[in-house]
């Protein structure tokens, strides 16, 4: 609908500019009107994308800092001319007063602009029902993708009340979502309505702000471009576990909070000489090692516990490494294991 708008609005553009150029050649016909015509409102066109959802914001606020700059000046010029010398002075110079008062409307113009931007929030209450733009409370919007919405672990770090920013759900993200529960793979088809399942349960969170935005960026390719745009515009964070979008957002300046590696700040810190008792769960792939899992999730693998497989055991932890694919914790076997 909007670039079918945009297209009436250029063949408009061009028809007005072919009328103009008439109208000084005496109505013979020429290109340079029509020419000129479209390439100004495709230049219009190509500034309206740019701005995206913020063009109407800055329309509302120069158009209201232009009404306010002209009835200030006005009143100002109004004021200074009732003083008897200063109105013999400037009617003796007409250029000079008019220069006067062009300079005086720029003036009280650029400040009225200036004036609105920095007191966004407070010029709902000059002219009421009018809110230019809104500086939110709490954090930055948090802009979730589809792979932190199957992940799942969001509804439960979401009941801890520790998220006091708007979460954004794109209307894309939701297609899809329900793409993906409608997929003939039945793997893909279980993630995708547990996805579902985990968007009804954080709608039912009354403490949380979810808000679904119809933004679609038709000129974008790709849902991660799309993710990526909507971030930038709304000046707020990606919300995903994407490997590849996570480095796609901070290459283009965007900023990224990734469950994985909340998740793996929030691993209990784990000291060599610690003593812990995990079930060894398989063989490990070096000789005689027996590898377990703590509950967050946590490698642990144990020494000389390849034939307690099944079984728990003690183990004093000897080093800890943190890898890419997150920590991993070595021991060695302690004292007499337990049956599991």
């Not at 007409?94 to 407070?122: E, M």
């Not at 969001?154 to 899809?176: G, H, K, S, W």
């Not at 893909?188 to 969170?205: A, E, S």
């Not at 009354?206 to 119809?214: D, G, S």
């Amino acid at each position: 609908m909007l670039n079918i708008f945009r297209f009436i609005f250029v063949m408009i553009s061009a028809v007005m500019g072919w009328h103009v150029e008439g109208l000084y050649t005496g109505g013979e016909i020429g290109y340079y009107g029509l020419l000129g015509g479209v390439l100004l409102a495709l230049l219009l066109v190509v500034i309206e994308m740019g701005f995206a959802r913020r063009f109407i914001g800055a329309i509302s606020i120069t158009m209201f800092g232009l009404v306010f700059g002209f009835i200030l000046s006005y009143i100002f010029l109004g004021a200074l001319m009732l003083l008897p010398w200063v109105k013999s002075f400037f009617v003796s110079d007409p250029q000079l007063r008019d220069w006067l008062q062009f300079a005086v409307t720029f003036l009280f113009c650029f400040i009225s602009i200036v004036a609105i931007i920095r007191s966004k929030d407070d010029f709902k209450f000059v002219i009421p029902f009018v809110e230019l733009s809104k500086d939110r409370k709490g954090g930055r919007p948090l802009v979730m993708d589809t792979s932190v919405i199957i992940d799942g672990r969001i509804a439960d770090i979401c009941e801890t009340n520790i998220i006091d920013a708007p979460i954004v759900i794109p209307r894309f993200v939701l297609q899809e979502l329900q793409n993906v529960a409608d997929s003939a793979d039945k793997l893909k088809r279980v993630r995708g309505r547990h996805g579902l399942d985990i968007l009804n349960r954080m709608q039912k969170n009354k403490k949380l702000n979810i808000q679904i935005t119809e933004a679609s960026f038709s000129y974008v390719e790709g849902v991660d471009n799309k993710l990526v745009k909507l971030s930038q515009n709304m000046n707020g964070r990606l919300l995903t576990n994407d490997f590849n979008l996570n480095k796609l957002a901070q290459v283009q300046g965007v900023a990224v909070v990734s469950i994985n590696d909340l998740a793996n700040a929030l691993k209990p810190v784990v000291m060599p000489g610690e003593m812990m008792e995990i079930k060894i769960i398989r063989v490990g792939d070096e000789p005689n090692q027996g590898v377990g899992y703590l509950d967050d999730g946590t490698m642990v693998v144990v020494e000389k516990a390849n034939h307690r497989v099944g079984q728990k055991v003690n183990v004093a932890v000897t080093s800890v490494i943190q890898t890419s694919a997150g920590k991993m914790i070595f021991g060695s076997l302690k004292g007499a294991g337990k049956n599991g």
